[in-house]
């Protein structure tokens, strides 16, 4: 069966730089979530998106921005990059938006020096 | 405070043992609960549903406590693959806002 696929699996920045982190939800799931894990934490919510818009906004911070786009894939962009943003980066993808199940990608490692 | 709160172990059990944990949420109009296991490195998988009248897939366990409002994921004859980190995950009536717990560690040792 079709899961979540993220792009790319292992990205390495320096400061200052920007990062662009792809994700491609399970067909028909019309809910993208997108979390960010930082070593020993637990995924912190950062943007969600239903059928494209903007449903709810976490602890995303303004040098992020995300975006769905019409085919349902969604995209996190990051700018200025700063150490404190390396981190495990999940996009999850839910059938419906009124429950818990999410399904997760493999994750994104963003490595910023 | 946050939302979801869970004792972050490590729980250290010998192969076979039951081991048990809860997790308490502070929004008492949460709606869904669930359990997700995570691996080291590794993304977050649905482990199970917690249903109001508990349940239980396998070896697994769940129970809901609305009263006290905790929930938790009780381990029968553990296996060496059970060693992983599991959250508590809780979904808000109002918004179905999700928040996560930070995870409780289980190691299962031969």
């Known amino acids: 069966a079709a899961g979540v696929i993220q792009s790319p699996r292992h990205l390495i920045k320096e400061k200052r730089e920007t990062a662009t982190l792809k994700c491609y939800p399970i067909?028909?799931?019309?809910?993208v979530y997108w979390y960010q894990q930082g070593p020993g934490q637990d995924p912190q919510f950062l943007i969600s998106?239903?059928?494209?818009?903007?449903?709810d906004k976490g602890s995303i911070p303004d040098r992020f921005s995300a975006q769905q786009f019409s085919d349902y894939h969604s995209e996190l962009n990051m700018s200025s990059l700063e150490l404190g943003d390396s981190a495990l980066y999940f996009c999850a993808s839910s059938l419906d938006t009124y429950t818990g199940e999410l399904f997760f990608g493999e994750g994104s490692r963003l490595t910023v020096l | 405070r946050k939302e979801v709160e869970q004792d972050p172990g490590p729980f250290n059990v010998p192969e076979g043992a039951t081991v048990a944990f809860n997790c308490t949420y502070s929004n008492s109009a949460s709606q869904s609960f669930f359990w997700y296991r995570q691996d080291c490195r590794k993304e977050p998988k649905l482990l199970m549903s917690v249903y109001s009248s508990g349940n239980e897939d396998g070896r697994f366990t769940a129970q809901l406590n609305r009263a006290s409002q905790y929930i938790s994921l009780l381990i029968r004859d553990s296996k060496l693959s059970d060693s992983a980190t599991y959250l508590c995950v809780v979904t808000r009536s109002n918004d179905y806002k999700l928040s996560f717990g930070a995870g409780t560690t289980v190691t299962v040792r031969a």
């Open positions: 998106f239903y059928e494209k818009m903007q449903s």
């Open positions: 067909p028909r799931h019309d809910t």
